[in-house]
C-alpha cells in the first residue's frame, strides 16, 4: 500500500495512510502514516462503532496537517476495544 | 494456485483474526520493497473543508460486476478497481484470501469509510467526497512488484489527479 502513496505522493497529492503493520511501513517509507496495533482487516476499526472509524479518519486528517518530516509514522493511543472513545475531544480545523 | 492452497490461506487468515499473535510470523516472513530513493513530498496547502477527499484501499473491494482479484497467482494481483462512491455500498464484494474480511462484510466502512466521509462533508470538515475512488488487492510480491510500481499506482495517481482530488487517505486490510 505504501508503494501506490509515494506514487500519488509523487503525483503531486498530499497523502496519508493507516497502518497496521509498522514493520512494512519503516521499510517502505510513504510520507504520512499513523499506526495503530489492530487486527488484520480492522483498519478503521470495528463493524458499525461510528465514534471509533471517525476518530481514526480526524487522526489521519491531524497527520496530513501536521506531520513535517517526510516517512514520519504516528503511533495513535487507541488500544483495540480497550478506548473509550466518547470523552475523547475530536481535533481540528485543519488548516496548512 | 489451487482450491487447497486458497484454502489454507483463509484458514489461516481467520486463525489470525482469533490469535492475533500469529500475525507476527507472517508479516515478518514477507520483505517489503525498500527503496533507495527518498519519500516523495507534496507540501498540503489548502484547508481540508476546501478539499477534495479519495480514498485508496488495498483490502480487495469491488463492484461485484467487476472482475475479482486473481488469487490464484502466488506474486498477487497488481491490478486496481475504480469505485463508484454512490452505488459500492449495495454492491460490493471482498476477494482477498490474505485476511479475513467477515467484518468487512458487515460493515464496509472498516476498511472503505465512505459514510464517515459523507458524514464529514455534510459537516464541513471536509470540502467534499470524490465521486471515484479506487482498489487494490495488496499481497503484491515478485515480478508483479514492478508492474504496481511502473504501471498501475502511476495509473491511479493520474485518474485522481483527473478527478482534481486534493488529498488521499489510505486504508490497508
Known amino acids: ?94 488548516v496548512p | 494456485m489451487s482450491i487447497l492452497t486458497r484454502f489454507k490461506h483463509r484458514l489461516i487468515a ?21 527503496s533507495g530513493e527518498p519519500t516523495p513530498w507534496t507540501t498540503v496547502c489548502k484547508p481540508l473543508n476546501r478539499c477534495r477527499v479519495a480514498l485508496v484501499t488495498t483490502a480487495g473491494v469491488h463492484h461485484a460486476a ?17 469505485i463508484d462512491a454512490a452505488t459500492i455500498r449495495d454492491d460490493y464484494t471482498i476477494t482477498h484470501d490474505y485476511y479475513d474480511h467477515s467484518d468487512a462484510e458487515q460493515d464496509l466502512n472498516i476498511v472503505l469509510p465512505l459514510d464517515r466521509l459523507r458524514e464529514m462533508q455534510q459537516e464541513g470538515v471536509i470540502g467534499e467526497v470524490a465521486e471515484r475512488h479506487y482498489s487494490f488487492m495488496g499481497h503484491i510480491d515478485g515480478r508483479h512488484l514492478v508492474t504496481l510500481i511502473k504501471q498501475s499506482a502511476p495509473q491511479v495517481a493520474e485518474a485522481l489527479r483527473r478527478d482534481r482530488v486534493d488529498a488521499v487517505l489510505l486504508t490497508p486490510a
Not at chain 1, 489492530?38 to 461510528?50: M, N
Not at chain 1, 509514522?73 to 475523547?88: A, G, M, S
Not at chain 2, 490464484?72 to 475504480?82: A, I, L, Q, V
Open chain 1, 1 to 94: 500500500m505504501g508503494l501506490v502513496q509515494r506514487a500519488i505522493e509523487k503525483a503531486g497529492i498530499p497523502t496519508v495512510g493507516i497502518t497496521i503493520v509498522r514493520d512494512y511501513t519503516e521499510k517502505v517509507r510513504p510520507p504520512r502514516s499513523i499506526f495503530l496495533k489492530w487486527p488484520f482487516g480492522h483498519p478503521l476499526g470495528e463493524p458499525g462503532h461510528v465514534r471509533q472509524q471517525r476518530a481514526v479518519i480526524l487522526e489521519a486528517f491531524r497527520a496530513l496537517y501536521t506531520i513535517s518530516e517526510p516517512g514520519t509514522i504516528i503511533d495513535l493511543p487507541f488500544r483495540w476495544r480497550r478506548h473509550d472513545y466518547e470523552t475523547d475531544q475530536e481535533p481540528g480545523p485543519f
Open chain 2, 14 to 34: 481467520r486463525l489470525i483474526t482469533h490469535f492475533p499473535g500469529l500475525a507476527d510470523r507472517f508479516t515478518a516472513a514477507y520483505q517489503p520493497w525498500e
Open chain 2, 66 to 82: 467487476q472482475e475479482p482479484f486473481n488469487m490464484h497467482d502466488s506474486d498477487g494481483d497488481p491490478s486496481f478497481r475504480p
